[in-house]
């Protein structure tokens, strides 16, 4: 029975190696896989249900084409390409009238070959910024100059652990293994969360701040920590840049203003500022969740400066965990402006739309207007901010292509539907974002039905579109798994690796750091670590010293709730929660509030309530949850029509105060009950 071993390619830190059991042509058991250190338990849930998804019935495996009745009917490949020529061929006088967007769906490198196929096609509208991580990503970059951390082991060896906006538990689940380590060991953990997660179950000291307000609780921490000892002065003399206009910043940041601003006991801060003082290593380890707001980039800045002023640096058991972006030696996503591609070499035009506004930006674009889309790895009309315009947006354009696995609420609007390959189907090598390893992750089924990976679908397309081979092998692998492993040797060869190095297991990228900063060189423009960034002024607008500001959506009615709409354990944003194993098991598509809020509202647990602002309402079932700050109102996101609706009818497309990222969390809502 052939065991292969691959790796999970979904958009998660842990991006964990497994082995595949094949019998018969059929996937039949997955397994862990001990050569990855980050992640030696194996899969979780959501790992172990794959061999159900990719045999569900749901599952699209031919081409569907919009019929007059609304509905979809299946159609032949050769119908399918014949519709594109028919509706995409003419748009290439005019290419930016096509949008290109993909989504995260899927890690790989052959993704890339999607965007460079289209700019052969003439161009194409692109997409700028990401739904994702980019504030937090920049407030990092310009400050240490990479995004880069220790290795995930390593938070063993903290003594201090901070997760701040992190739900480890239910988000990187193997992250928990070396928080237990770090924790037995004696280390202290505190978790800054307005909801009570699983990852507080951890927590000696829970702080609850008000959401949006982290900025001024790390600039209260930082005045105590100047004002009464905890600023490690050799390394701040040595490696630091701007530290006296940030001791003047943090001044007028009294824990008693701090305290009024976050709602969180002065007690509390001042605990925080002495354990940080006095318990060496810390590790602050900060979420994404809380750089889904306006003010996020200025906050992660304010909260980085306090690794940086109690000098846990490159050191082991101490530091920023963030982001490492290791193994991103291929296409470096270290500057979010990498997306506006600054020049033209191949004289092709390219415009592009903002992913936190695609909705309003595609709307707006003229000269021309968008006419047509190609979606691939992604939902946004699940996914991206404000889904009424974004709906609107994709029903105003002629024809729509959406490649996918199943009929989500962004493939029904398509006029065509391809059936997208899963990771069990083509070659591919993928690199991760928490660990520094590279994996294989080879084909070890056939695709079921008639799916196509991408790759074949585009190299289809453009010899019908009469482009010939010689052009097309410069951006697509030739079809078949010959042509996928010659590209991806090219690839790798500039790393010095063949894909067979890769076969056995996870292998380290190259400068992979077991302690990041080790050597105390920081790639900013003044090598130093920059608490006072020249460059953030000059790109973004910002004070060059992080500083607070409220979130740009406040609340102005005293009825209004904060929505948060995190992720949650058994799925991945709009993937897995429909797999009828995890369904019983997964989050619901529920409205959680305080209960003294909904007591306020004569709100019951099991009622059937609104939740509404000017952009639009859901209407759910009501849950109480003693865990949440009061004034919060919890819905997770990635459901979508099919339960209710997605919680981005709601959020506004709104971009983040640093790296285009989407301000998800600016979001204000009011809740009522319904009558049945
Ligand atoms: N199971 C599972 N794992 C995942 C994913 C998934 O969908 N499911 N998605 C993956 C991806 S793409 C991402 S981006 C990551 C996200 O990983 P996390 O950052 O852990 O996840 P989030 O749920 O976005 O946010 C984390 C926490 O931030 C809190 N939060 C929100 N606003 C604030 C605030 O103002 N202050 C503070 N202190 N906390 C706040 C939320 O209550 C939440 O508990 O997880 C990855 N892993
Ligand atoms: N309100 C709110 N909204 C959020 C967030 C939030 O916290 N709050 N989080 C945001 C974050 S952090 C993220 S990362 C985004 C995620 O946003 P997306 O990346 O758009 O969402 P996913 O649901 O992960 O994946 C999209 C689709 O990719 C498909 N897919 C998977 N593999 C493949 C493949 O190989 N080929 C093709 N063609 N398709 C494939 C899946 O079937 C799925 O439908 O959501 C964001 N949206
Ligand atoms: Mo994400």
């Given at each position: 029975?052939?065991?292969?071993?691959?790796?999970?390619?979904r958009?998660?830190y842990?991006?964990?190696?497994?082995?595949?059991?094949?019998?018969?042509?059929?996937?039949?058991?997955?397994d862990?896989?001990?050569?990855?250190?980050?992640?030696?338990?194996?899969?979780?849930?959501?790992?172990?249900?794959?061999?159900?998804?990719?045999?569900?019935?749901?599952?699209?495996?031919?081409?569907?084409?919009?019929?007059?009745?609304?509905?979809?009917?299946?159609?032949?490949?050769?119908?399918?390409?014949?519709?594109?020529?028919?509706?995409?061929g003419?748009?290439?006088?005019?290419?930016?009238?096509?949008?290109?967007?993909?989504?995260?769906?899927?890690?790989g490198?052959?993704?890339?070959?999607?965007?460079?196929?289209?700019?052969?096609?003439?161009?194409?509208?692109?997409?700028?910024?990401?739904?994702?991580?980019?504030?937090?990503?920049?407030?990092?970059?310009?400050?240490?100059?990479?995004?880069?951390?220790?290795?995930?082991?390593?938070?063993?060896?903290?003594?201090?652990?901070?997760f701040?906006?992190?739900?480890?538990?239910?988000?990187?689940l193997?992250?928990?293994?070396?928080?237990?380590?770090?924790?037995?060991?004696?280390?202290?953990?505190?978790?800054?969360?307005?909801?009570?997660t699983?990852?507080?179950?951890?927590?000696?000291?829970?702080?609850?701040?008000?959401?949006?307000t982290?900025?001024?609780?790390?600039?209260?921490?930082?005045?105590?920590?100047?004002?009464?000892?905890?600023?490690?002065?050799?390394?701040?003399?040595?490696?630091?840049?701007?530290?006296?206009?940030?001791?003047?910043?943090?001044?007028?940041?009294?824990?008693t203003?701090?305290?009024e601003?976050?709602?969180?006991?002065?007690?509390?801060?001042?605990?925080?500022?002495?354990?940080?003082?006095?318990?060496?290593?810390?590790?602050i380890?900060?979420?994404?969740?809380?750089?889904?707001?306006?003010?996020?980039?200025?906050?992660?800045?304010?909260?980085?400066?306090?690794?940086?002023?109690?000098?846990n640096?490159?050191?082991?058991?101490?530091?920023?965990?963030?982001?490492?972006l290791?193994?991103?030696?291929?296409?470096?996503?270290?500057?979010?402006?990498?997306?506006?591609?600054?020049?033209?070499?191949?004289?092709?035009?390219?415009?592009?739309?903002?992913?936190?506004?695609?909705?309003?930006?595609?709307?707006?674009?003229?000269?021309?207007?968008?006419?047509?889309?190609?979606?691939?790895?992604?939902?946004?009309?699940?996914?991206?901010?404000?889904?009424?315009?974004?709906?609107?947006?994709?029903?105003?354009?002629?024809?729509?292509?959406?490649?996918?696995?199943?009929?989500?609420?962004?493939?029904?609007?398509?006029?065509?539907?391809?059936?997208?390959?899963?990771?069990?189907?083509?070659?591919?090598?993928?690199?991760?974002?928490?660990?520094?390893?590279?994996?294989?992750?080879?084909?070890v089924?056939?695709?079921?039905g008639?799916?196509?990976?991408?790759?074949?679908?585009?190299?289809?397309?453009?010899?019908?579109?009469?482009?010939?081979?010689?052009?097309?092998?410069?951006?697509?692998?030739?079809?078949?798994?010959?042509?996928?492993?010659?590209?991806?040797?090219?690839?790798?060869?500039?790393?010095?690796?063949?894909?067979?190095?890769?076969?056995?297991?996870?292998?380290?990228?190259?400068?992979?750091?077991?302690?990041?900063?080790?050597d105390?060189?920081?790639?900013?423009?003044?090598?130093?670590?920059?608490?006072?960034?020249?460059?953030?002024?000059?790109?973004?607008?910002?004070?060059?010293?992080?500083?607070?500001?409220?979130?740009?959506?406040?609340?102005?009615?005293?009825?209004?709730?904060?929505?948060?709409?995190?992720?949650?354990?058994?799925?991945?944003?709009?993937?897995?929660?429909?797999?009828?194993?995890?369904?019983?098991?997964?989050?619901?598509?529920?409205?959680?509030?305080?209960?003294?809020?909904?007591?306020a509202?004569?709100?019951?647990?099991?009622?059937?309530?609104r939740?509404?602002?000017?952009?639009?309402?859901?209407?759910?079932?009501?849950?109480?949850?003693?865990?949440?700050?009061?004034?919060?109102?919890?819905?997770?996101?990635?459901?979508?029509?099919?339960?209710?609706?997605?919680?981005?009818?709601?959020?506004?497309?709104?971009?983040?105060?640093?790296?285009h990222?989407?301000?998800?969390?600016?979001?204000?809502?009011?809740?009522?009950?319904?009558?049945?």
């Open positions: 029975m052939p065991v292969v071993t691959t790796a999970c390619p958009n998660c842990s991006t964990c190696a497994m082995k595949v059991t094949v019998e018969g042509g059929r996937i039949t058991a997955l862990a896989h001990p050569g990855n250190r980050a992640t030696p338990e194996g899969p979780c849930l959501k790992g172990l249900s794959y061999v159900e998804r990719i045999y569900h019935p749901d599952r699209i495996l031919h081409p569907l084409r919009r019929c007059a009745s609304g509905g979809f009917e299946q159609v032949s490949w050769d119908e399918a390409l014949d519709l594109m020529v028919e509706r995409l003419p748009l290439r006088s005019e290419p930016q009238s096509l949008l290109h967007y993909n989504g995260s769906g899927t890690k490198l052959l993704n890339g070959c999607s965007m460079a196929f289209w700019r052969l096609f003439g161009g194409c509208t692109t997409t700028y910024g990401d739904l994702c991580w980019p504030a937090g990503l920049e407030a990092t970059r310009l400050t240490l100059g990479d995004n880069l951390h220790n290795a995930p082991w390593d938070l063993a060896n903290a003594r201090l652990l901070v701040w906006g992190k739900n480890a538990a239910e988000t990187n193997h992250q928990m293994r070396f928080v237990d380590q770090a924790v037995e060991a004696g280390a202290s953990c505190v978790v800054i969360d307005p909801r009570r699983p990852t507080a179950e951890k927590a000696d000291l829970f702080l609850q701040p008000r959401p949006g982290d900025g001024a609780l790390a600039l209260a921490l930082g005045h105590l920590l100047v004002r009464e000892g905890g600023v490690d002065e050799a390394f701040v003399n040595e490696h630091v840049k701007g530290f006296e206009a940030y001791a003047e910043r943090v001044a007028a940041w009294t824990p203003r701090a305290a601003v976050c709602g969180v006991p002065e007690a509390q801060i001042r605990e925080l500022a002495r354990r940080m003082a006095s318990i060496r290593p810390m590790t380890v900060p979420g994404f969740g809380m750089q889904r707001y306006t003010n996020a980039g200025q906050t992660f800045r304010a909260l980085l400066a306090l690794a940086v002023i109690t000098g640096l490159g050191l082991s058991g101490g530091g920023w965990q963030y982001a490492n290791a193994t991103q030696v291929f296409s470096p996503v270290r500057d979010p402006l990498d997306f506006f591609p600054p020049e033209k070499p191949d004289g092709v035009v390219r415009v592009s739309v903002s992913t936190a506004r695609l909705g309003q930006d595609m709307l707006a674009q003229q000269d021309p207007p968008l006419r047509a889309a190609w979606v691939e790895r992604g939902n946004p009309l699940s996914q991206n901010p404000d889904t009424n315009r974004v709906r609107e947006a994709f029903r105003r354009l002629a024809f729509r292509v959406v490649v996918e696995e199943r009929l989500t609420d962004t493939a029904k609007e398509a006029d065509l539907v391809l059936p997208a390959k899963t990771f069990f189907e083509q070659t591919d090598v993928i690199g991760a974002y928490w660990h520094g390893y590279l994996q294989l992750r080879p084909k089924i056939e695709p079921p008639e799916v196509k990976p991408e790759t074949e679908i585009l190299w289809a397309l453009g010899q019908r579109l009469g482009i010939d081979e010689t052009t097309l092998r410069t951006v697509l692998p030739e079809p078949g798994e010959a042509g996928v492993e010659a590209w991806l040797n090219r690839r790798l060869a500039p790393l010095g690796l063949v894909l067979d190095d890769l076969r056995e297991g996870p292998v380290p990228a190259p400068g992979m750091p077991e302690v990041a900063w080790a105390r060189r920081f790639s900013t423009p003044s090598g130093k670590v920059e608490i006072w960034s020249d460059e953030a002024a000059a790109r973004w607008g910002v004070d060059p010293v992080a500083d607070f500001r409220e979130p740009e959506e406040w609340a102005s009615e005293p009825d209004q709730l904060h929505l948060l709409t995190p992720n949650t354990k058994n799925s991945i944003h709009s993937q897995f929660h429909m797999l009828p194993s995890l369904r019983g098991l997964g989050a619901e598509h529920a409205i959680f509030l305080h209960p003294e809020d909904a007591e509202r004569g709100l019951r647990h099991g009622d059937r309530v939740i509404f602002n000017s952009r639009g309402e859901l209407v759910l079932p009501l849950r109480l949850d003693f865990g949440l700050r009061r004034g919060v109102v919890v819905a997770y996101n990635g459901f979508g029509e099919e339960d209710g609706g997605s919680v981005n009818r709601l959020s506004l497309g709104r971009e983040t105060d640093l790296g990222g989407a301000a998800f969390h600016d979001c204000w809502v009011k809740v009522e009950g319904v009558r049945p």
